[in-house]
């Protein structure tokens, strides 16, 4: 082969070798393009997989929120269930766990303490028949008798005589009669009719309201109705024109500031009582504040604060946020235990002060509060949910055993059988692992971090396993704000306050609130200085006549309960 056709055969390889390169080139381009193409599927991928997974998240929070609505709306309130769906499964060895925790000692001294509790108290309990009616109402006798020509003796023709007379008791109602108070003060001057001479005038005796229409009696009923009965000014408008008494509920609104200035020397020395308390429950709720300047409303919070057995009070504070400044500034200077529930504004106030590395306000948590996480995942997660909620039983048996024993022997009965039971808990709670977003998984996540201020009713048996008394304590402002809607101003809710803790602390106390409020307001008036005297429970000791069996009545019958 010749020179020129090496060449030629040369080049040939050449522009060969350069289009099997430029081939490889666009292959390769081509894998980078399917190279990304495949990147950006996988990423879309991805992103679809996170798009489902958070629309399935919204699917079940929506199913979580219609269920709960639905259960709000036409199921029952009461957070119970069936005791026997405690022990099912697995859990069903609960009692024999708890047993070795106990060394074979249960709660059986516990449960024997209850026992003899309930039959003692079931030998006292009246039946579920009609209730005594008390001597001290008017009576009206009305007498029945036959005619004579229906009293014939069957036998002799005679008239029959009356032996015995058969009686039944009706109650009948009155309604309230109002009535009006003249005031004729005598106008003295000297008979000679002296040039200087000055008219003396006798006085009269100084109202709740000077110069106003109402009496004590009269200001306590429009209180009571407000606070007491939750009837707005409206209403009580409405009920004083069916005695042909036309009072604008306007004029309503200025008694009820009025009567809320002349209680707020009493009120302030409520609160102080309600601080020197070693142990203190608070909670608030939400109500409308009308925001003149804003033309709208906003949301405003009442807070209530309830003493200890010393200071037996409930006193409500009113603030138009639920920033940390309200509680601050309620509890400034104040030491012992505060319950409540997990309320991240608390945080602050169990942080400051302190001695020997201790805060000046400890933390007790709520139990009741804790059981409504795991209630709502037990059909989530039911195995492990009912575990929980099975302990959280057997907490609140050991409550019940040792609810009527003095604080030194409920503390020893919780160190006992409580303890075990939590040390029991928090060692599983340890072990498990939870999703953090589902329903058990947050109810863990609250359990954990509240854990020790959840244990810290063991401490003491002047403390409580839950937060209830003042989750009662609340219950009157939602009923009321259904009624009245909405606060008219901040200076209204700081009123509303003042005679809201009057009421309450007179219900907690058994005191029956008119004629209490009729008294004090009338007292206040005329000057009492011994305000002491007419704190609810001191006021009782000197108005025995005055006790309110029907509060009494309600307080023997509520016990700790796990709902």
Avoid at 253 to 264: G, V
Wanted: charged share 30%; net charge positive.
């Amino acid at each position: 082969m010749d020179a020129q056709a090496l060449l030629n055969e040369n080049e040939q390889l050449k522009e060969r070798l350069a289009k099997a390169e430029q081939d490889a080139a666009c292959a390769l381009d081509r894998f980078a393009v399917a190279e990304r193409k495949m990147q950006l599927a996988q990423q879309q991928i991805i992103e679809l997989s996170s798009t489902i997974a958070q629309q399935q998240r919204k699917l079940e929070l929506k199913d979580q929120r219609y269920l709960e609505l639905l259960r709000l709306r036409y199921g029952k309130k009461a957070e119970r269930i069936n005791r026997d769906q405690l022990l099912l499964f697995e859990i069903g060895e609960l009692e024999t766990l708890i047993k070795e925790q106990l060394e074979d000692k249960p709660l059986d001294e516990s449960k024997e303490l209850e026992q003899e509790q309930l039959k003692k108290s079931a030998k006292k309990r009246k039946g579920h028949g009609r209730r005594v009616i008390p001597d001290g109402l008017p009576r009206q006798i009305i007498t029945h008798e036959l005619a004579e020509s229906q009293r014939l003796c069957p036998i002799d023709g005679k008239p029959m005589q009356a032996i015995r007379w058969e009686t039944s008791l009706q109650l009948d109602y009155v309604p309230a009669k109002m009535k009006v108070i003249e005031h004729r003060r005598a106008v003295y001057a000297c008979a000679l009719k002296h040039d200087e001479a000055t008219l003396v005038t006798a006085p009269k005796p100084p109202q709740p309201i000077e110069k106003g229409l109402p009496t004590a009696g009269l200001l306590a009923q429009v209180v009571l109705s407000k606070f007491g009965d939750h009837l707005p000014g409206y209403r009580q408008e409405d009920i004083f024109s069916r005695y042909s008494i036309h009072i604008r509920r306007s004029t309503i609104y200025d008694w009820i500031s009025q009567a809320a200035e002349l209680c707020m020397a009493l009120y302030t020395l409520m609160k102080h009582r309600v601080l020197a308390s070693k142990v203190i429950h608070t909670d608030d709720t939400s109500v409308k504040l009308i925001a003149k300047d804003l033309g709208a409303t906003q949301t405003a919070h009442f807070w209530c604060y309830i003493g200890d057995k010393r200071n037996p009070y409930s006193v409500y504070d009113f603030t138009a946020d639920r920033s940390r400044a309200g509680p601050a500034a309620f509890l400034k200077g104040y030491r012992g235990y505060l319950q409540a529930d997990a309320y991240g504004g608390y945080d602050g106030i169990y942080l400051t002060g302190g001695q020997e590395g201790k805060p000046d306000v400890i933390e007790v948590a709520c139990w009741a509060h804790a059981r409504r996480y795991w209630y709502k995942a037990r059909e989530q997660d039911s195995q492990r949910a009912h575990y929980v909620l099975a302990i959280i039983s057997r907490l609140y048996e050991v409550e019940r055993a040792c609810a009527k024993v003095d604080a030194a022997v409920r503390g020893a009965q919780r160190q006992e059988h409580a303890v075990p039971l939590l040390k029991m808990l928090g060692a599983w709670l340890e072990e498990q692992e939870f999703l953090p977003k589902s329903l058990i998984g947050q109810a863990a996540t609250y359990t954990r971090n509240q854990w020790v201020a959840l244990n810290r009713y063991v401490e003491d048996g002047e403390l409580s396993i839950d937060n209830n008394a003042a989750e009662r304590a609340m219950r009157p402002v939602a009923i009321g704000r259904k009624n009245w809607l909405f606060v008219g101003s901040q200076a209204a809710g700081s009123r509303a306050a003042v005679l809201m803790s009057l009421v309450a602390s007179c219900k907690n106390n058994s005191v029956e609130p008119w004629a209490y409020l009729e008294d004090v307001l009338s007292r206040l008036a005329k000057g009492e200085s011994k305000l002491e005297e007419l704190l609810p429970d001191r006021w009782l000791e000197t108005h025995p006549q005055h006790r309110w069996s029907i509060a009494d009545d309600r307080k023997s019958q509520r016990k700790p309960h796990n709902k």
